[in-house]
């Protein structure tokens, strides 16, 4: 990968509480260099302007509708491309939290919300790194979502600090209206939650399987 600067984009889909609105609970991370994120980021600009998109990729029908348009296999061929030639790795983790329970994973009681969010967090990133190693100088960027700025503080804490994925060099919650990468990553949540709900035709299948690297988390840390 080229350029001195990595990032790993992080979204989710679904709610971290039990049983909460929806069963399934997604995170997708986006790995990628500074140097390629330069490129992409130059890309979707050229997307927006040539299809009039001005609002979050979540909130533009082109985007999001079912059977696909062309417009998302337009942006998604070209990330797709990116993971074809080693620009960018993916990686995808999900849950039944009834089972989840069942297996004794930890962190669904009441009260356990941000303990929860933030091990899935660990467990997606640590699953990454299996796949994908990075440098001293990573920057971890995910939407801040609805977290305190004493949840921000302790998720930047319990992910530096912990040893199987140093080195981190920062730990960055953002707002995805003003990032592109995590709308995209938002994307592909969407994408991964079709696929494990068995409501993915051929084509989203088939494009799954170029880019997303899925991994069911059963349980807890030590029986993944």
Known sequence: MGGSGEYVFIDESGDPGFPGANPIYILAAAHMSEAVHRDITAHISSFRYF???????KDWGGLVKSPRTQQWRSLMGYLGACVGNGD???TATWMNKAKYQANRGPY??????????HFQIRLLLERHRARRQWGKDLDVVLDRWS???SQRVNLE???KNNWNLQPIGNVTTVDSQYVEMVQVVDLLTRLARRIVEGKADAEEQAFATQVLHIHEIERGLFHQ
């Open 157 to 159: 804490n319990y992910v």
């Open 108 to 117: 669904l009681q009441p009260g356990q919300t941000t303990l929860f969010r």
């Open 147 to 149: 977290m305190s700025q």
């Open 88 to 90: 960018v790795a993916i």
């Open 51 to 57: 299809h009039g998109v001005n609002r979050e990729f």
